[in-house]
Structures are given as C-alpha cells and as structure tokens.
DNA sequence: TGAAATGTTGGGGCG
DNA sequence: ACGCCCCAACATTTC
C-alpha cells in the first residue's frame, strides 16, 4: 500500500483536520511532513517570534503524533523537490493539505499540483471560503450581507475527533530535519507565558473563554484593561484551533446562553470569526489588495511617510499614552488588543499620514497571530481604503479611546511603567499637566515620556485634505 | 468598529 | 403672566 503524505502548513492540529481525514481514508501510512520553505523564510512580513511560536507548536505537534505511533517530518526546500523526493522514498502516494488562500500559497500549490498528486481540502474557513456568494455567483465586498449569507448556509457540521492512532511508513528511516535546527527565535518569555503553543493549550483557552467571557463579550470586548478577548487568534493562525471547532464553540454558547444579554455574548464572538471569513475571502477573491488599496480612488493618498515619526510609532513614543501602551504591548508580547489596533493603525495613518502599509508590514513583523488576510483587511479597513471600509473622515480620537475604553488607564499604566504615578485625570493626556504636578508625579515630560509629536486636532484636519484630494 | 459641528428642545432665571 | 436669554441635553448633519 502507497503511503501517503499528509502536508501540514497552517494546520497545526490532529482534531478537525480534513486534509489529515482525508490521508487516513486511504487506509495506508500517512506521514505527516512540514516543510520549510527557503522562500517564505524570506518574505519581509517575517516575524522572529512568529516563527518561533510556529516552531514550538511543530514540536507539540511531534509529540502528539509520538503519542499517535507515529512522528512529524521536517525538512527544508523549494516545496516541489521536498515532496518528489519524499514521495520517492516512500512509494509515490497522493498528497492531502487544507488549501490556503494567500496568492503566494496558491501559486505554489497551483505549480506542485500539476506536477503531483495533490489533493486540496477545506479547513481554514469554516464555511468554504468560495461557497459565500452573493445570486449571481459574485464575492461579496460588504461584509453585513456577507455575514448573512454565512449565517444562512448549512451550519457546517461537528468538529471530527482527533485520530487515536496514525499508521507510520516503517518500511525505512525519514530523515527530519532536528529541532535544533528550526527556525525563529527560542519561544519564551512573556509571549510564551501568554500563548503556549499547541493545539492542547488552543483547546484548554477555548475551554476557559467558554465558561464566562464569551457571555460578557458584547459589553466588554471593547475594554482593553480587561482579559474580555478569546485570546485564540494565534491559534487560529497556525489552525491549532480549527474555525470549524471555532464556530461550533459560538453556537453552542448562543445555544445555552442563560440569558439574552449572554446570547449576544456569543454571537457577537461568532460575528468576529465571520469577519475573519470575509477577510479570507478578500483575499482569495482580489489578491491585489496585497499590495494596493481595494479601492482605486485611494490609491493616489498622498502620505507624508516621515521616518522619525515612524520610528515613533513602531517603538510605542508618540506621546498619545493609548498608542503608546499598544506599541509596547505588541513589542513585548507578540499580540494587540483589537481596539488598540484600531486606535494604533488610525493614528498611523490618520494622524501621522502614513502609508498603510507600512503599518501593515510593521504588524506582521511582530504578531504571533499576523495573518496576510485578517491584518490586510483590518489595516485597509481603518485606513478606508479597503472594502466596506470605515470612510476617510473616521478618525479616532486618542484620547477620547482611552477615557472609553480603558476608563481608569490600568492598560495604560501595565504597558507604560513611566506613567505609573500620573493621575488618573491625566493619564490619558499626560500634557496637560501643569509641571508641578509632573514632578510630583514623577513623570516629566521631555525627559521620562515625550510629548506629543503631532497635535491631534490639526493632524486630524491635515488627514481630512489629504483624503480628500 | 468616530468625532465635531450644528440644530432642536425645554426648563429655569430674570426683568 | 410673559418674553427673552442661557444652556444643558439630546438629535442630526457633516467631515
């Protein structure tokens, strides 16, 4: 019996994995491979840490097919030579792998499927990404007919188990590349601590979410001072959780919500999933939003790009305590609260008139969970220049944020230490400030936090010209 | 999944 | 009792 390779790439998990079914209905070995792929090591949305996490969660998932009877393989190379090489020394069996939709990931399938026999299942969305079109078979660009539409399809259906056991290729040794010799930064500290990789870990977060925040979720997860998000993004990237597992999570909550407040919990969560579904299927539907604004009008912006500022922005000191906290949160730990995001990339490219992607390849650069679709249609959206985009003359007021959603500055103060004695009257505009009240605070302007480097009201009219031209 | 500017309404002070 | 003004609170429009 031929064995069959099971391609991992962003499905990092036993449970609910079709293309993993799907090389075990063949009913032979199945050796489970990952390849490291000398180009994609290279693009410039690289992040250290990411590939750290990634790295950490390929040896979890070692140990879980250990377990199985069985043991990942890993090696590195252009994915076409790995997979004939490997097919050759294992008797030239079909290849199963959940089909991706980023225009990198589908050329490279495109070009290895007409050399080889490579089966593509479904699985990063848990409604298959083109199955969401509107009656006349075009993608959807707003995203409130598009969530009606992936409501009303068939709900999809429960999350397969985990296999017990996968049956090994014994017949003669694979070579894998050691651990040692994966790529990334040693997965530790603070981002460690946070995210465990694993799909054990993405299950025990799940689990906890579960019990009480996802029925607080549509009043609280706007607060970025409190632990009111799932937290299972990064794992979402690396399909340690599978969204089919994710959806079905939702509705059961919405299902046994004790109350409606609770069901409107959960449903605004599900809501949030399907927004990671529209982005997907952005991406798979208008590539070139990679590399340009969706919208052609909002091509010509004519963005100021000035690095100091820039630097500014990406090292957490703009003066703006809400910016900054979220800059320093990202740097330290790989993740940002989704309203931080908003604020951060509104001042990015509001306030500091810079191009959005540059703000976009600064976070993929830095987020355990970046994601080429998801952070595409996020930063596109605040930027305005995206589909169902908030329009040019949303801008976000910093300090308005701050008193809305992290009332008392506890986020503030977690991620600026140097602004620990402020008062709270102050924290979100440390500025104003009269200097007595900085030295007794122990927080002087110029010296232990900058002032602001733009004025926000006149920044906010300089955007509005700007967009407007 | 904004915020500012402008408009409307109604209560209360006051001559 | 009445008109006038002020202004807070809320609503609508505009950017």
Same mark, same amino acid.
């Given at each position: 019996?031929?064995?069959?390779?099971?391609?991992?790439?962003?499905?990092?998990?036993?449970?609910?994995?079709?293309?993993?079914?799907?090389?075990?209905?063949?009913?032979?070995?199945?050796?489970?491979?990952?390849?490291?792929?000398?180009?994609?090591?290279?693009?410039?949305?690289?992040?250290?840490?990411?590939?750290?996490?990634?790295?950490?969660?390929?040896?979890?998932?070692?140990?879980?097919?250990?377990?199985?009877?069985?043991?990942?393989?890993?090696?590195?190379?252009?994915?076409?030579?790995?997979?004939?090489?490997?097919?050759?020394?294992?008797?030239?069996?079909?290849?199963?792998?959940?089909?991706?939709?980023?225009?990198?990931?589908?050329?490279?399938?495109?070009?290895?499927?007409?050399?080889?026999?490579?089966?593509?299942?479904?699985?990063?969305?848990?409604?298959?990404?083109?199955?969401?079109?509107?009656?006349?078979?075009?993608?959807?660009?707003?995203?409130?007919? =598009?969530?009606?539409?992936?409501?009303?399809?068939?709900?999809?259906?429960?999350?397969?188990?985990?296999?017990?056991?996968?049956?090994?290729?014994?017949?003669?040794?694979?070579?894998?590349?050691?651990?040692?010799?994966?790529?990334?930064?040693?997965?530790?500290?603070?981002?460690?601590?946070?995210?465990?990789? $694993?799909?054990?870990?993405?299950?025990?977060?799940?689990?906890?979410?579960?019990?009480?925040?996802?029925?607080?979720?549509?009043?609280?997860?706007?607060?970025?001072?409190?632990?009111?998000?799932?937290?299972?993004?990064?794992?979402?990237?690396? $399909?340690?959780?599978?969204?089919?597992?994710?959806?079905?999570?939702?509705?059961?909550?919405?299902?046994?919500?004790?109350?409606?407040?609770?069901?409107? $919990?959960?449903?605004?969560?599900?809501?949030?999933?399907?927004?990671?579904?529209?982005?997907?299927?952005?991406?798979?539907? =208008?590539?070139?939003?990679?590399?340009?604004?969706?919208?052609?009008?909002?091509?010509?912006?004519?963005?100021?790009?000035?690095?100091?500022?820039?630097?500014?922005?990406?090292?957490?000191?703009?003066?703006?305590p809400?910016?900054?906290?979220?800059?320093?949160?990202?740097?330290?730990?790989?993740?940002?609260?989704?309203?931080?995001?908003?604020?951060?990339?509104? =001042?990015?490219?509001?306030?500091?008139?810079?191009?959005?992607?540059?703000?976009?390849?600064?976070?993929?650069?830095?987020?355990?969970?970046?994601?080429?679709?998801?952070?595409?249609?996020?930063?596109?959206?605040?930027?305005?220049?995206?589909?169902?985009?908030?329009?040019?003359?949303?801008?976000?007021?910093?300090v308005?944020?701050g008193l809305?959603?992290?009332p008392q500055g506890?986020?503030?103060?977690?991620?600026?230490?140097?602004l620990?004695?402020v008062p709270g009257e102050f924290i979100h505009e440390p500025?104003k400030m009269t200097?007595?009240i900085?030295?007794?605070s122990?927080?002087?302007?110029?010296?232990?936090?900058?002032?602001?480097?733009?004025?926000?009201?006149?920044?906010?009219?300089?955007?509005?010209?700007?967009?407007?031209?």
């Amino acid at each position: 019996m031929n064995a069959v390779i099971w391609w991992i790439r962003r499905d990092l998990r036993l449970g609910d994995n079709q293309a993993l079914a799907g090389a075990l209905g063949q009913g032979g070995p199945v050796i489970p491979l990952f390849i490291l792929d000398p180009a994609l090591l290279a693009s410039p949305y690289i992040s250290e840490t990411r590939l750290g996490f990634l790295s950490a969660g390929l040896r979890a998932l070692d140990e879980a097919l250990r377990r199985r009877g069985s043991a990942l393989v890993v090696r590195r190379g252009d994915p076409l030579e790995v997979l004939r090489e490997l097919r050759a020394e294992t008797g030239m069996g079909d290849i199963f792998a959940e089909a991706d939709v980023s225009p990198y990931a589908r050329a490279r399938d495109e070009r290895v499927g007409r050399a080889l026999p490579l089966r593509l299942t479904a699985g990063l969305a848990a409604q298959p990404i083109s199955a969401v079109r509107k009656s006349d078979g075009e993608p959807y660009t707003v995203f409130t007919p =598009f969530s009606r539409a992936w409501l009303s399809l068939p709900a999809p259906g429960q999350p397969l188990p985990a296999p017990d056991r996968l049956p090994a290729f014994t017949s003669r040794p694979l070579p894998s590349l050691p651990a040692a010799e994966l790529p990334g930064l040693p997965f530790t500290g603070q981002a460690a601590g946070l995210f465990p990789p $694993g799909e054990e870990a993405a299950r025990q977060r799940l689990s906890a979410f579960l019990d009480s925040a996802i029925y607080r979720y549509h009043e609280e997860r706007n607060r970025m001072d409190l632990e009111s998000t799932s937290g299972l993004s990064p794992y979402l990237r690396f $399909g340690m959780l599978s969204a089919r597992q994710a959806t079905w999570a939702a509705r059961e909550a919405i299902n046994r919500a004790p109350d409606p407040a609770a069901q409107q $919990g959960a449903a605004t969560w599900l809501n949030e999933l399907i927004w990671r579904e529209f982005y997907l299927s952005i991406l798979y539907h =208008f590539p070139h939003v990679r590399r340009m604004a969706f919208r052609p009008a909002l091509r010509s912006v004519r963005w100021r790009n000035n690095p100091a500022h820039f630097a500014a922005w990406c090292e957490g000191r703009t003066g703006y305590p809400v910016v900054d906290a979220a800059m320093r949160q990202l740097n330290q730990t790989g993740w940002m609260h989704n309203r931080a995001r908003m604020i951060t990339a509104s =001042f990015l490219t509001k306030d500091l008139l810079i191009d959005w992607r540059w703000g976009e390849r600064y976070f993929m650069r830095r987020l355990l969970d970046g994601d080429p679709a998801s952070n595409n249609g996020g930063w596109q959206w605040t930027a305005g220049t995206g589909t169902d985009a908030a329009p040019y003359f949303r801008i976000f007021h910093p300090v308005l944020q701050g008193l809305k959603f992290d009332p008392q500055g506890v986020y503030v103060r977690r991620w600026l230490p140097e602004l620990a004695g402020v008062p709270g009257e102050f924290i979100h505009e440390p500025w104003k400030m009269t200097a007595e009240i900085q030295g007794r605070s122990g927080c002087v302007l110029g010296r232990d936090y900058p002032m602001p480097i733009v004025d926000h009201a006149e920044a906010r009219q300089a955007a509005l010209e700007a967009y407007k031209g």
